[in-house]
């Protein structure tokens, strides 16, 4: 089997080629608003994660502006530094970017003073899915730590097309997912 490190470098150098390849304006329309199966699985007023993208990451601030709108409190992960652990703050409004500082990582995070929540619903990142819910991120296990001490309601993916993978290295401590989203289906409720 070929080794984590390498498959990563592969799999991201295969999301940044298939999103170069989607015109701008595309782009622009995809993930706006959360397909109705998986918004019928959330319940009211639930606490919702979603991240802030960096470049070539599917664009999840999108759901987070959806689902503000809808009344729900939106967060996102929030770092002390580079060896904290990844905890949740929130993003008051997901329309404001002037909300947002740079996080350890070269990420954007709430203020130290945004209040931290815990989400019950959450959309994770990835570099690669299953069609049966693996996951693989990006190998600092910051998701699966935070999912396994506070296991949410739905873990749901987000995903381009091409990181579907037919086999995802899974390791005890990784943590399923609930779905994965793509711009062309839903893959779940697993």
Same mark, same amino acid.
């Given at each position: 089997? &070929?080794?984590?490190?390498?498959?990563?470098?592969?799999?991201?150098?295969?999301?940044?080629?298939?999103?170069?390849?989607?015109?701008?304006?595309?782009?622009?329309?995809?993930?706006?608003?959360?397909?109705?199966?998986?918004?019928?699985?959330?319940?009211?007023?639930?606490? &919702?994660? #979603?991240?802030?993208?960096?470049?070539?990451?599917?664009?999840?601030?999108? /759901?987070?502006?959806?689902?503000?709108?809808?009344?729900?409190?939106?967060?996102?992960?929030?770092?002390?530094?580079?060896? %904290?652990? $990844?905890?949740?703050?929130?993003?008051?409004?997901?329309?404001?970017?002037?909300?947002? #500082?740079?996080?350890?990582?070269?990420? $954007?995070?709430? *203020?130290? !003073? *945004?209040? %931290?929540?815990?989400?019950?619903?959450?959309?994770?990142?990835?570099?690669?899915?299953?069609?049966?819910?693996?996951? $693989?991120?990006?190998?600092?296990?910051?998701? !699966?730590?935070?999912?396994? *001490?506070?296991?949410?309601?739905?873990?749901?993916?987000?995903?381009? !097309?091409?990181?579907? #993978?037919?086999?995802?290295?899974?390791?005890?401590?990784? /943590?399923?997912?609930?779905?994965?989203?793509?711009?062309?289906?839903?893959?779940?409720?697993?």
């Amino acid at each position: 089997m &070929i080794e984590k490190k390498q498959l990563r470098a592969e799999l991201k150098q295969r999301r940044a080629e298939h999103v170069a390849a989607i015109p701008e304006y595309q782009r622009a329309l995809l993930f706006r608003r959360p397909p109705e199966e998986i918004v019928r699985l959330i319940p009211e007023g639930a606490v &919702i994660s #979603v991240y802030h993208e960096m470049p070539g990451e599917v664009p999840a601030s999108h /759901y987070g502006r959806w689902f503000f709108e809808r009344g729900h409190r939106i967060v996102i992960p929030w770092f002390a530094d580079r060896k %904290a652990h $990844m905890s949740f703050r929130e993003w008051a409004n997901p329309f404001v970017e002037e909300l947002l #500082v740079p996080d350890p990582f070269k990420a $954007m995070q709430p *203020a130290d !003073d *945004a209040e %931290a929540l815990v989400p019950e619903v959450m959309f994770c990142p990835l570099l690669a899915f299953s069609s049966k819910g693996g996951r $693989m991120g990006y190998g600092a296990g910051h998701y !699966d730590s935070w999912m396994a *001490a506070h296991p949410p309601r739905l873990a749901i993916g987000v995903a381009w !097309d091409c990181q579907l #993978v037919e086999d995802v290295p899974i390791e005890p401590h990784d /943590y399923p997912l609930s779905a994965v989203i793509t711009p062309t289906r839903v893959y779940g409720p697993f």
